[in-house]
Nanobody, 123 residues
Framework: QVQLVESGGGLVQAGGSLRLSCAASGPTFSSFAMAWFRQVPGKERGFVGAMNWKGGIIYATSVKGRFTISKDNARNTMYLQMSSLTPEDTAIYYC?????????????????WGQGTQVTVSA
């Protein structure tokens, strides 16, 4: 069973930066595809970015150039470095994992989810 735990959320001013972490349990983390999604209350969970096990990355258009996904296999941890934040980035951020397949923007492709971490960007 894979468990994912996000951390690093908080309150930041517009234009600022924040780094989220997703710590994963399980010995096969390095072979998983991982992703970040975000959700605002009352709206559907939306794709942020994803990384396949080889390190290939895709991003949502809205965050491309501002957000960076990375992974440390030795620490079983994935990161989301966010910069140039705007109030529109305010959401609960979730990490997700899938044991097979490539990076995907589809929610249903992911088997494992963290509990989420709140990011609030003030104007």
């Amino acid at each position: 069973q894979v468990q994912l735990v996000e951390s690093g959320g908080g309150l930041v001013q517009a234009g600022g930066s924040l780094r989220l972490s997703c710590a994963a349990s399980g010995p096969t983390f390095s072979s998983f595809a991982m992703a970040w999604f975000r959700q605002v209350p009352g709206k559907e969970r939306g794709f942020v970015g994803a990384m396949n096990w080889k390190g290939g990355i895709i991003y949502a258009t809205s965050v491309k150039g501002r957000f960076t996904i990375s992974k440390d296999n030795a620490r079983n941890t994935m990161y989301l470095q966010m910069s140039s934040l705007t109030p529109e980035d305010t959401a609960i951020y979730y990490c997700a994992a899938r044991p097979s397949g490539g990076a995907s923007s589809a929610i249903d492709d992911y088997s494992y989810w963290g509990q989420g971490t709140q990011v609030t960007v003030s104007a």
